[in-house]
T-cell receptor
Framework: GQQVMQIPQYQHVQEGEDFTTYCNSS?????IQWYKQRPGGHPVFLIQ?????EVKKQKRLTFQFGEAKKNSSLHITATQTTDVGTYFC??????????FGQGTRLTINP | DGGITQSPKYLFRKEGQNVTLSCEQN?????MYWYRQDPGQGLRLIYY???????QKGDIAEGYSVSREKKESFPLTVTSAQKNPTAFYLC?????????????FGPGTRLTVL
């Protein structure tokens, strides 16, 4: 079945450093969604990528969808303590169910 | 104030007891989902429903049951057949179960079976 792998599982950075998490699918996806879950909270939708090679930005966050629509990345520039949490990618192939990656837990040393 | 509510936030049960987790949404969404979250394993789909009176098994449905008698409500029962029920359970909804719709999550219920 469809699998979505996400790396790294954990990342600890100093405040101000950059952070990147990567998402890889075993199959070509229709879209990629990214969610953020704060400690003790629930996942909250951040963004959706649909087109091959698509790049979207939200302030310090940059999201990319690979040319083959099998991989994606989330890059945070100059992390802040408010960025702490677990970031999930989730991919879907057509009518199949949304499949979540394992998540990358980001912790930040202020 | 639209959203998804789950109750209770924390739930403790003895082994061998069935327990029902509540999920209510007032977003007028057709599709609803139940996920289980364990540390380091992301979100795994238990059951989902695309419309009232219809639901399908997800990847880990064994030991769970659901009903969808009303559009707003999608309760999950964790039965005694579930071998390892202690987990964080998340309910979600989306406008429709289509590839371009994002999912909105409730605050979750943390179930501990003693």
């Amino acid at each position: 079945g469809q699998q979505v792998m996400q790396i790294p599982q954990y990342q600890h950075v100093q405040e101000g450093e950059d952070f990147t998490t990567y998402c890889n699918s075993s199959t070509t996806l229709s879209n990629i969604q990214w969610y953020k879950q704060r400690p003790g909270g629930h996942p909250v939708f951040l963004i959706q990528l649909v087109k091959s090679g698509e790049v979207k930005k939200q302030k310090r966050l940059t999201f990319q969808f690979g040319e083959a629509k099998k991989n994606s990345s989330l890059h945070i520039t100059a992390t802040q303590t408010t960025d702490v949490g677990t970031y999930f990618c989730a991919g879907r192939k057509g009518a199949q169910k949304l499949v979540f990656g394992q998540g990358t837990r980001l912790t930040i040393n202020p | 104030d639209g959203g998804i509510t789950q109750s209770p936030k924390y739930l403790f049960r003895k082994e061998g007891q069935n327990v029902t987790l509540s999920c209510e949404q007032n977003l007028n969404h057709d599709a609803m989902y139940w996920y289980r979250q364990d540390p380091g394993q992301g979100l795994r789909l238990i059951y989902y429903s695309q419309i009232v009176n219809d639901f399908q098994k997800g990847d880990i449905a064994e030991g769970y049951s659901v009903s969808r008698e009303k559009k707003e409500s999608f309760p999950l029962t964790v039965t005694s057949a579930q071998k390892n029920p202690t987990a964080f359970y998340l309910c979600a909804s989306s406008m429709e179960d289509t590839w371009y719709n994002e999912q909105f999550f409730g605050p979750g219920t943390r179930l501990t079976v003693l």
